[in-house]
């Protein structure tokens, strides 16, 4: 079945750690995307890619970095420069035009030891 | 600026009744799109449907329609006949203008929505 694996489920980090979120997709889209949700609130964008070896900042990019190296893939770290990294975070995909939606992965849960 | 809002912070329904989730956005943009979500409480976020803002017509998708009213500003999603299943999260979104140079999503706050038996 076509669709976007995010792994692990949940992660814990310690105090000055760098930890690397995976995110996969099968759909042969071109665009990706890193949303955080924090409780109660909606999806803010951290960083997204249109094609390889590209991508751009979203509205939160400070304390993340990614790479897209490989059209499936997009991982994102979450280096210790971000101060408040306990959130769900979200990947998703999509085709670059018209109204399609963005697909998204179930998710990860990361927290603060 | 591009701005979703959404109003109501959570919303009871009886089960078998409709239920209308509103969202007012506001854009300078002509052409934009228009995205509702659902997200249960395992979080994974589910495409609901969609409206082009040159869509004559509402959208429809099953027992999900959208109450498209451009001079307005607001897209409202309507489930009818709601089912237990439905008890979530519902999250409208805004693209930014079609054939732009990003497709990125700007989400409102969200409405909880919870189905009573």
């Known amino acids: 079945d076509g669709g976007i694996t995010q792994s692990p489920k949940y992660l814990f980090r310690k105090e000055g750690q760098n930890v690397t979120l995976s995110c996969e997709q099968n759909?042969?889209?071109?665009?990706m995307y890193w949303y955080r949700q924090d409780p109660g609130q909606g999806l803010r964008l951290i960083y997204y890619?249109?094609?390889?070896?590209d991508f751009q900042k979203g509205d939160i990019a400070e304390g993340y970095s990614v790479s897209r190296e490989k059209k499936e893939s997009f991982p994102l770290t979450v280096t210790s420069a971000q101060k408040n990294p306990t959130a769900f975070y979200l990947c998703?995909?999509?085709w670059g035009e018209g109204g399609q939606p963005q697909h998204f992965g179930d998710g990860t849960r990361l927290s603060i030891l | 600026a591009q701005k979703i809002t959404q109003t109501q912070p959570g919303m009871f329904v009886q089960e078998k009744e409709a239920v209308t989730l509103d969202c007012t956005y506001d854009?300078?943009?002509?052409?934009?799109?228009l995205f509702w979500y659902k997200q249960p409480s395992s979080g994974e976020m589910i495409f609901l449907i969609y409206?082009?803002?040159?869509?004559?017509q509402n959208a429809t998708e099953g027992r999900y329609s959208l109450n498209f009213q451009k001079a307005r500003k607001s897209a409202n999603l309507v489930i009818s006949a709601s089912q237990l299943g439905d008890s979530a999260m519902y999250f409208c979104?805004?693209?930014?203008?079609?054939?732009?140079?990003?497709?990125?999503?700007?989400f409102g706050t969200g409405t909880l929505l919870a189905v009573q038996p």
């Open positions: 998703a995909s999509s």
């Open positions: 854009t300078s943009d002509q052409s934009y799109g």
């Open positions: 409206q082009g803002s040159y869509d004559e």
């Open positions: 979104a805004m693209r930014e203008p079609y054939g732009g140079a990003t497709n990125k999503l700007i």
């Open positions: 759909l042969n889209h071109d665009a």
């Open positions: 890619s249109q094609i390889v070896n």
